[in-house]
Each structure stands twice: as structure tokens, then as C-alpha cells.
Nanobody, 116 residues
Framework: QVQLVESGGGSVQAGESLRLSCAASGRTLSSYPMGWFRQAPGKEREFVAS????????YYRDSVKGRFTISRDNAKNTVYLQMNNLKPEDTAVYYC?????????WGQGTQVTVSS
């Protein structure tokens, strides 16, 4: 089973950037499409971005298109989420998972807080 650990979150001002990382252990990530998801306080977890196994096809929710970039380094068994021009509405706990997500693969997530 794959174990996923997210990192790279923090507290930033609106307009700043963060890069999140999702490191995997237990199995190679290159076998799976991967996704980033987020959950804001009082809201359900939502899809943010996904990437196919080879990394040449990506999808984004509309609100992050043009600002966020998902990528992967299969040699490092890691998936990334580059987040630019962050907005207060991006504040959430960010998680990575397989795509589509599977219940047993949720990690602890990493908190992103954006202040105006």
C-alpha cells in the first residue's frame, strides 16, 4: 500500500506562492494517476488538480486554473503542487491521493493559510 505524506504548507499573504510536495513510500507512484485535494473549514473536501501517470496530462478546478501547476517526478516518487498568486479563498488543508481518490490513502495533509 502507498503511504502519502504532504508538506510545504504555511501562512502567506495574498499574491504570494507556495509549493506543496507529496512524497510516497511503500510503492512507486508512477503506477498511478495522482491528485491534489483540499478541505476548507466547514466545507467538504474538493478536487484541486490531477495528473496522469506520465505527467503529460493535467486537469484543474476552474478557480485555480492559471495559478496552480501540478507536476510529478516519478524518479523521486513525489508529486508537487505549485501555487502562485494565492488568494484567501485558497485557505485549506491540502491533501494528495491517487486519482480518483481512495479512502485508505489520505494522509495528514498540509495547512495553507492565505491572509489578505
Amino acid at each position: 500500500q502507498v503511504q502519502l505524506v504532504e508538506s510545504g504548507g504555511g501562512s502567506v499573504q495574498a499574491g504570494e506562492s507556495l509549493r506543496l510536495s507529496c512524497a510516497a513510500s511503500g510503492r512507486t507512484l508512477s503506477s498511478y494517476p495522482m491528485g491534489w485535494f483540499r478541505q476548507a473549514p466547514g466545507k467538504e473536501r474538493e478536487f484541486v488538480a490531477s495528473i496522469n501517470r506520465s505527467g503529460d496530462t493535467t486537469y484543474y478546478r476552474d478557480s485555480v486554473k492559471g495559478r496552480f501547476t501540478i507536476s510529478r517526478d516519478n524518479a523521486k516518487n513525489t508529486v508537487y503542487l505549485q501555487m502562485n498568486n494565492l488568494k484567501p479563498e485558497d485557505t485549506a488543508v491540502y491533501y494528495c491521493n491517487l486519482y480518483p481518490s481512495l479512502p485508505g490513502y489520505w494522509g495528514q495533509g498540509t495547512q495553507v493559510t492565505v491572509s489578505s
